[in-house]
């Protein structure tokens, strides 16, 4: 089949480069001339494993080419995927479809022969009725249909949850897109990947509601991991127990400095505002917002409490700035308000990031960007870890102690273990895990 998808972002990049690694015929658009020119070249603008090496053989087996001419890869589509950027409109949060409004009057412009057209952007529950009315307004003779076919990928993890996704979902109105959407999936429908069909909103909002749920699990846990601290328990302990309960499930219960990134933040807010346009408010999700923005404005003075209330003068070593481990992504980082909140407190800041300086040079200045984990520790009066890249997760913890002022060590990801850390001499801060050494909680195997 022949696809088109207008929008070479992460989703859409992800998704091109995987449907011609099925085998498809595949086209993506962007309106950026040099991230179109580098792509034709296999330089791709953003660090995600295997992405580089599926986009150089799809391009060299000619399943996958890139263009800025939206017209001719619009008129030769079997399937167009609108997989353009829904940013938080400025100033309200709602999403900001104008892209989307822009690649539908092209499609409606330019469409010469049936299709099917598809969005893979995140977009609110109603859009996909939005964009039918707006086609034909256009010609009312256009033929199409228009289905939902929202993506479920992780940044750091893209290649493999789109070609191993948990399931596929379809929202469709016309036994013909169902069809081709079958043939377009069969890849994955031989491995047996379960694939949903539902209608067009109940589609759109299965993606909202499944980003929301993630994020409040995340802020539930977050917050139960503060009661920790305070009631001598260890989050990592309740994690595992409520974990092992398979209605709850063991992911995305791991405690941090609060959820970043370019989906949950948007996603969770744009949800509350549909809500309240349908009149039905989301309160849960409102306080999730909430407890999120909370938790990441209130790590600075954590980590100050920790450093005897003061941190003028003094230098903190960053590690892992990025909003997780295996992206070069910056968007909505815990890192973006922890370490501005620090400076304005006097401290000065060394960081290091595998991924993070291309883009945290704009985002944070001021800071000394190190090459590596121990010249960023090397002088400085305590090193927080705010991003658990795995290259932190066995660190030298004798030239640590050797190279800090004082042993002050702030585990935001709970990478090391109190009795370790106290063991080796370091004042040890993590989350949710008592300063009081806890019963080892350990996993008895039933008799
Ligand atoms: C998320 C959804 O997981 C994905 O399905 C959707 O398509 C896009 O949004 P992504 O934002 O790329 O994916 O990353 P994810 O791995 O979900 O992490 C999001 C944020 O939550 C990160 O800041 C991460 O550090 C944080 N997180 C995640 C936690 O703090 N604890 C967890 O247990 C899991």
Known sequence: MRITIIGAGYVGLVSGTCFAEFGHE????????????????????????????????????????????????????????????????????????????????????????????????????????????????????LEFDVVSNPEFLREGSAIEDFMKPDRVIVGANSPRAIELMHELYRPLLIQEVPILFTNLETAELIKYASNAFLATKIAFINEIADLCEKCNA?????????????????????P??????????????????????????????????????????????????????????????????????????????????????LQSKGAKIHVYDPQGQKEGLALLPEVKWCLDPYTAIEGADSLVIITEWQEFGALDLARIKNLLNSPVVIDLRNIYQPQEMEKAGFTYYSIGRASVKPLKSSLVKAA
């Open 256 to 341: 941090g400095p609060g959820y970043g990134g370019s989906c949950f933040p948007k996603d969770t807010l744009a949800l509350t505002f549909t809500a309240k346009e349908f009149q039905s408010p989301l309160s849960i999700i409102e306080t999730v917002v909430r407890s999120n923005k909370q938790r990441k404005e209130s790590i600075a003075h954590r980590i100050i409490e920790v450093m005897d209330g003061c941190v003028s003068e003094k230098t903190i070593a960053v590690l892992g700035v990025t909003f997780k481990p295996n992206t070069d992504d910056m968007r909505e980082s815990p890192s973006l308000d922890i370490i501005p909140a």
């Open 26 to 141: 595949v086209t993506c658009v962007d309106k950026d001339e040099n991230k179109i020119q580098s792509l034709s070249q296999g330089i791709i603008p953003i660090y995600e494993p295997r992405l580089e090496t599926l986009v150089k053989e799809n391009a060299e087996r000619k399943r996958l080419k890139f263009t800025t001419d939206i017209k001719a890869a619009i008129s030769e589509a079997d399937v167009i995927y609108i997989a353009v950027g829904t940013p938080n409109r400025r100033g309200d949060g709602y999403a900001d479809l104008s892209y989307v409004h822009e690649v539908t009057e092209a499609i409606g412009q330019s469409l010469r022969k049936y299709a099917v057209i598809a969005t893979k952007s995140t977009v609110p529950v109603g859009t996909g009725q939005k964009i039918i009315t707006h086609l034909k307004q256009i010609n009312p003779n």
């Open 234 to 254: 260890d989050i990592q302990a309740v994690s595992k127990g409520m974990g092992m309960d398979k209605r709850i499930g063991e992911k995305f219960l791991h």
